[in-house]
């Protein structure tokens, strides 16, 4: 079955409609932009729903059979943050490491080049056009030719982690040799160990690594480039690696956690506060459990609980004044 008819099949959609979709995909995205933390404008491009609609259906049943390394903990089943950090624990040395500008850099030439060399037969040779125009971004307004991966895409992690498949193998290899741990999630790279002078090591090989490497281009961003010694905070994708060896969510968190849940007993949040305090104890069941029983304890079941439970009412829909009365 053609992969137009497949997708008309799975999403309700019409050959014709799909076909549309899909020709002018890389120009249907709402682009806007966001603040980095380390300054600078980081540019958002949200796909639209019939296009997202696609995308989703691609990532579930076609990108499925491409190999993914063990050590990219980025949006893999069965990985995630707590897994990423918990990687590191009980290293005296940890370096971190960032990709510069990652989805951007990630071109559709370099997708193309890849399938013509890989072996997984779920893409037909004949359709890679087809899944360039749907996994890749046109970045400039209303441009229909493919150039890059997004950042909103729910399939570009994915791919991303498809075509990093050899540049993690072999960082994994050459860390494993030097008795280090290596993990990826996304653009975020962390190497642990024992030595500062083996994870150096390790630092300038893969910098060799990327030199050689023509698809996809990439360069650390050597602003993000850190190394904390046990005595230091060790943090990992948002996570703290403690000198006891253990996962945490951090002090300055719970003290966070802990205010809220205190003044959502006195009534004292609005909606929006009530929110960022059910996605913070989600956080914590997912990151820290222990965490959620010394609450418990504190403040009760009951208190946890409603907080956890919290379903912001929707807004009300402002509606538009009447038209003039013309006389």
């Known amino acids: 079955m053609s992969l137009i008819l497949e997708l008309a099949e799975a999403t309700g959609l019409s050959s014709g409609d799909i076909e549309r979709v899909i020709r002018t995909a890389p120009a249907r995205y709402k682009t806007y932009p966001i603040e980095k933390r380390s300054g600078g404008i980081r540019i958002i491009a949200q796909p639209s729903r019939e296009l997202k609609v696609i995308q989703n259906y691609i990532l579930k049943e076609k990108l499925k059979d491409f190999p993914?390394?063990?050590?990219?903990?980025?949006?893999?089943k069965g990985r995630n943050i707590f897994d990423n950090a918990a990687s590191h624990v009980g290293s005296r040395v940890l370096m971190k490491l960032d990709f510069k500008d990652f989805f951007p850099s990630i071109k559709v030439k370099?997708?193309?080049?890849?399938?013509?060399?890989?072996?997984?037969?779920?893409?037909?040779?004949?359709?890679?056009?087809?899944?360039?125009?749907?996994?890749?971004?046109?970045?400039?307004?209303?441009?229909?030719?493919?150039?890059?991966?997004?950042?909103?895409?729910?399939?570009?992690?994915?791919?991303?982690?498809i075509l990093l498949y050899d540049f993690d193998m072999?960082?994994?290899?050459?860390?494993?040799?030097?008795?280090l741990s290596y993990t990826r999630y996304a653009d975020d790279i962390t190497i642990s160990g024992d030595t500062v002078?083996?994870?150096?090591?390790?630092?300038?090989?893969?910098?060799?690594?990327?030199?050689?490497?023509?698809?996809?281009?990439?360069?650390?961003?050597?602003?993000?480039?850190?190394?904390?010694?046990?005595?230091?905070?060790?943090?990992?994708?948002?996570?703290i690696v403690t000198p006891q060896a253990v996962v945490s969510i951090g002090r300055e968190r719970k003290?966070?956690?802990?205010?809220?849940?205190?003044?959502?007993?006195?009534?004292?949040?609005?909606?929006?506060?009530?929110?960022?305090?059910?996605g913070l104890l989600g956080f914590c069941v997912a990151n820290e459990p222990e965490f959620i029983g010394r609450l418990r304890r504190k403040y009760?079941?009951?208190?946890?609980?409603?907080?956890?439970?919290?379903?912001?009412?929707?807004?009300?829909?402002?509606?538009?004044?009447?038209?003039?009365?013309?006389?």
């Open 255 to 278: 003290r966070e956690i802990s205010s809220l849940l205190h003044r959502s007993l006195l009534g004292q949040l609005d909606n929006d506060r009530r929110s960022l305090l059910k």
């Open 110 to 161: 370099d997708w193309e080049r890849f399938i013509a060399a890989s072996s997984v037969e779920t893409i037909s040779p004949t359709e890679v056009y087809l899944y360039s125009k749907v996994l890749f971004w046109g970045e400039k307004r209303r441009s229909s030719v493919p150039k890059c991966l997004s950042i909103g895409a729910p399939t570009s992690p994915k791919v991303s982690n």
């Open 300 to 327: 009760g079941n009951g208190a946890v609980n409603a907080a956890m439970k919290f379903h912001a009412p929707k807004r009300a829909r402002v509606q538009p004044p009447p038209p003039p009365t013309l006389f």
């Open 170 to 179: 072999t960082m994994s290899g050459k860390a494993r040799s030097l008795g």
């Open 68 to 76: 993914v390394h063990s050590c990219a903990m980025a949006y893999e």
């Open 197 to 239: 002078e083996q994870i150096l090591l390790l630092e300038r090989e893969a910098k060799q690594i990327l030199r050689k490497m023509a698809h996809p281009k990439l360069t650390f961003n050597e602003a993000k480039r850190g190394i904390y010694s046990k005595g230091q905070r060790q943090m990992v994708t948002g996570l």
